[in-house]
């Protein structure tokens, strides 16, 4: 972990001062160009350093995975039929989740660039005299609660959806827990499992409850960084078209 925290510090130095390199050779024109300033800020996760370690990540929970697939052999075909039906549904709703959080990310970039300015405007003494002199002060206000309601606006549209989403992805693993507690207390109660097969079972559950929403979730972070790396072209392409 320390080499590879290393590494991507390295790297992450390396792309800050590409960007600054880009900022010195863009023509003056396009350096305050307010697409071109959106275009970077959604570009800086896009570099494959980001997303490439969850890879072994991946690989170690799809083999654990199969071992306790391998546990659940012995069970019902039925049972395995509606374990992976129900994860199913809730990798589904991961990756529902995972898009809107990914739209919400870069459909804010434009309200957060602006409001950093006003912010700035707002708060450095240095254009204070200008404010004042040139009665500047509606101006800014009024901006800043457009700004502030667009925000706001984006955000709880967001938000909304996010938490339906929550409430359900909740509800499912409820559902899927409850679902396997009662199947294997049944199969005790049948005496077609022993206590020792019982334990096993129940902590088993756990395991590839986790192991699922690991597998899913980085499968997602790296669906979202090749996402973030064509919009890094994107960039890249535009800064060479205007410098």
Known sequence: NFYINYLIRMISNDI?????????NINYHYVQDGQILNLKRKSM?????????????????????FGIIFIFAFMTPLFIVIIITIQIIIVYLNNLK????FKFNNDIVDSNRKLDYIYNI?????????IR?????KLIVDKAIKNCNDYY???????KKSYFIEYIYEIVKIFMQ???????TYQFYLQNINISKYTVLISST?????CIDYLSNNYLKILDGLKYETLLNEYNDEIKKKS
């Not at 707002?122 to 200008?130: A, P, Q, S």
């Not at 756990?206 to 986790?210: Q, V």
């Open 133 to 137: 002199v040139n009665k500047g002060e």
């Open 45 to 65: 996760n896009g570099h494959s350093v980001f997303y490439v370690e969850k890879l072994g990540d991946l690989v170690q929970q799809i083999f654990q995975i």
């Open 98 to 101: 995972r898009n809107l959080t």
């Open 206 to 210: 756990f395991l590839f409850n986790t």
């Open 153 to 159: 606006s984006i955000t709880n549209n967001y938000y």
């Open 122 to 130: 707002m708060t450095d003494y240095r254009y204070g005299k200008d």
């Open 178 to 184: 409850l679902f396997m507690y009662s199947f294997f």
């Open 16 to 24: 800050q001062y590409q960007y600054v390199d880009n900022a010195l």
